[in-house]
């Protein structure tokens, strides 16, 4: 421990410069996901929700309501939660926020790897997520999970090089709005450059065609 960056040897572990460190007990890291229902009227709806943890480790920890008091569930050895499937199972909804804490000990949002589609937000974090069996959708949400579809939800410092980021086809669509149907943007360079090109000739030629003018007028 040192107030400075003097380090003072070299121990296996430093907290200096003044930090701030925080030394938990190594039995007291826990890895769980916390399902936190809305308030809204319609948010309770069933929800199958799988996770994947550890090496082999499997859990079904929820399929059914998940009321308003939410649930919480932690692997039962510390080992760290892979990925977690959810899915709607009727046409009522659950809406809420889906969050795990790793070895930090606080609460996240997790990422949407597959499955889901953008609502308010296109982070497709679970801050705020709707799971629905049908295309119902249940108002606003950051993130859907609807139609029944089965979404794989992983951790996100698993996931951290692609959350903000826009997908392949993410960027096909939106690179498609801002050109006509059929137009690349080479051939967009292309026209831009043949059309200076023109312009140059027809300005060389008027500066041409003034400078005769002037000669033959000195002349008379």
């Known amino acids: 421990l040192d107030n400075d960056l003097e380090n003072n040897g070299s121990p296996s572990t430093f907290c200096v410069d003044g930090e701030y460190c925080r030394l938990v007990p190594l039995t007291s890291i826990t ?3 916390k399902m936190v229902t809305g308030t ?3 948010d309770t709806g069933p929800v199958r929700v799988a996770v994947k943890y550890g090496t082999d480790g499997w859990k079904l920890i929820s399929d059914g309501h998940v009321g308003p ?9 510390g080992e760290e939660v892979i990925w977690a499937n959810v899915q709607g199972k009727n046409q009522n909804s659950w809406k809420g926020s889906i969050l795990y804490s ?3 000990g606080l609460f996240a949002a997790m990422y949407c790897k597959n499955g889901c589609t953008a609502g308010t ?22 993130t859907f999970c609807v139609d029944g579809t089965n979404c794989n939800l992983v951790p996100n410092v698993a996931a951290s090089n692609l959350v903000g980021t826009e997908t392949d086809a993410q960027q ?12 690349s943007t080479t051939g967009g360079a292309k026209q831009q450059s043949l059309f200076l090109f023109a312009l140059g000739i027809v300005l060389g030629a008027s500066v041409a065609a003034v400078g005769v003018a002037v000669y033959f ?3 008379k």
């Open 121 to 142: 937000s296109t982070a497709l974090l679970t801050d705020e997520i709707a799971i629905d069996g049908d295309l119902d959708k249940n108002g606003s949400a950051d």
């Open 31 to 33: 890895h769980c996901i």
């Open 40 to 42: 809204g009227q319609w």
């Open 217 to 219: 007028k000195k002349l």
């Open 69 to 77: 008091d939410g649930l919480t569930w932690c692997t039962p050895n």
């Open 172 to 183: 096909r669509d939106h690179s498609s709005l801002q050109q006509p149907h059929g137009a």
């Open 102 to 104: 790793g070895e930090t």
